[in-house]
């Protein structure tokens, strides 16, 4: 397969391999290639010459490795990233098959591709080959996932309760701005639960008890009226408790950022409201918002349902704490059902908004490190998703550098998932520069 931008062999063909691998954590899950996905990773480590276990942290094998250092009493950084991916569905929808990468153009296509292989290989690729030339001025421990995709909790749970002295951390899950790399001062926090609204015993005929009964997909939609976003997405106040809106040094960050309307038609969306644009990063970064991510219920059988389920999350802006919002989630939807009808909330997860400092010596480090591997000026931002992960790391204290070289139209998630070539040559660069400049502290 050959790539028209100059993408090393040795750096571009063991990610097509990994790519091949379809390590769909998500329902449905096969644990066949994930157990092989997490291996890939783990071999990885060992031939570079370092130690590697898969550890069974509660579900899917989490890849824990480190390589040595040169030098006595040096630093330790942690790197981390998720070989499990998204399921592809619906195929119809891709060009080719998304387990058999593809390079169309500059662009590499396949499922994982950016979100998060593509992504943290060039990192671990970087760690593997300064390790194998003895050049590695610092301890790196690698932890690599298979549950990203479903919350991360056991990966969390492990990390929190993980002994090992930790001097940074290096996460390669976000993405740059143009051709400048960014580092990601914090992320959102989130909840998710599932709601299940019931009216009654089983499903009736419509043709019998239509209008005589209640349909249970009727008073799901109802409820859920009473905690989805105004018009210009705003939310209630009883779930934007505890926001404190963004500060001004952050807001002029802004300026020199794309404007949010551009980014907006740029992933072909279409504004929510006049005022969506103007307010994209005061919204993503600093506000909640709340979505209604699935709903399922019933069958084209004209019978009314007496189930349906919906599958509610929220982004949390800082300062916000998972547990009051989820508490007051439920009490709003509670509050709104009518007597006849009950509620029932599962999968309750969630975890808060993380921010890191921008000046602690390890991010002016890596600031310094990218802006000399790539050539332009590092930038810094926030990021509107959520990497529970970020969670545990700010409590235990551990400065980290989420980056990565992702960009606005990778299409994470969805059909024909892509990622730069140009980003994997980046990513390798930049891996460099950041153990260079961390070994220097």
């Known amino acids: 397969m050959a790539a028209p931008v100059d993408v090393p062999k040795e750096l571009l063909d063991p990610l097509l391999e990994w790519l091949k691998i379809p390590s769909v ?48 009493d040096a630093k330790t950084v942690l790197i981390y990233g998720h070989y499990d991916v998204q399921d592809p569905e619906p195929l119809g929808l891709w060009t080719t098959p998304p387990f058999e990468p593809a390079i169309r153009g500059d662009r ?53 309760r993980d002994t090992e002295p930790t001097d940074a951390c290096i996460i390669y899950d976000s993405g740059r701005m143009g051709r400048a790399p960014a580092i990601t001062l914090g992320g959102r926090g989130i909840i998710t639960t599932r709601v299940t609204v019931r009216t009654g015993e089983r499903d009736l005929h419509s043709g019998l008890f239509g209008g005589s009964v209640p349909n249970a997909i009727h008073e799901l939609t109802r409820v859920l009226t009473q905690v989805l976003p105004g018009p210009d997405g705003t939310l209630r106040e009883e779930l934007r408790a505890g926001v404190v809106g963004a500060p001004a040094v952050e807001r002029e960050r802004w300026s020199s950022f794309v404007p949010g309307d551009k980014l907006i038609e740029l992933a072909g969306g279409t504004q929510l409201s006049s005022t969506s644009g103007e307010r994209y990063y005061e919204q993503n970064f600093w506000e909640p918002s709340l979505d209604v991510d699935e709903i399922h219920s019933g069958s084209p059988r004209t019978v009314i349902p007496c189930e ?26 509670t509050d709104a059902l009518p007597g006849y009808a009950s509620v029932r909330f599962d999968d309750d997860a969630g975890c808060d908004a993380a921010s890191f400092d921008p000046d602690d010596p390890v991010l002016v480090a890596a600031r310094r490190g990218f802006t000399r591997a790539i050539g332009e000026e590092c930038q810094l931002m926030r990021i509107g998703g959520t990497l529970p992960l970020l969670d545990v790391l700010a409590k235990r204290g551990i400065p980290t550098v989420l980056t990565g070289f992702a960009t606005l139209i990778d299409n994470i998630h969805g059909p024909d998932e892509s990622y730069p070539l140009e980003s994997i040559t980046m990513g390798a660069a930049g891996g460099r520069a950041l153990f260079e400049e961390l070994a220097k502290l």
């Open 25 to 72: 954590s998500t329902d449905p899950q096969d644990p066949v290639p994930i157990k092989e996905a997490a291996e890939w990773v783990r071999q990885k480590v060992l031939d570079a010459g370092g130690a590697c276990d898969l550890v069974d942290a509660g579900g899917n094998p989490l890849v824990i490795g480190t390589f040595k250092a040169n030098k006595p």
């Open 308 to 333: 349906a389920t919906a599958f509610v999350s929220v982004r949390l802006a800082p300062e916000q704490h998972n547990e009051d919002i989820l508490s007051a989630l439920k009490d709003l939807i």
């Open 108 to 160: 590499l296509y396949a499922r994982g591709a950016s979100d998060d292989k593509g992504n943290f290989w060039p990192l671990l690729y970087s760690a593997c080959e300064m390790a194998k030339a003895g050049e590695l001025g610092i301890n790196v421990r690698v932890m690599c996932e298979g549950e990203e995709e479903r919350g991360s909790r056991n990966t969390n749970d492990w990390l929190a």
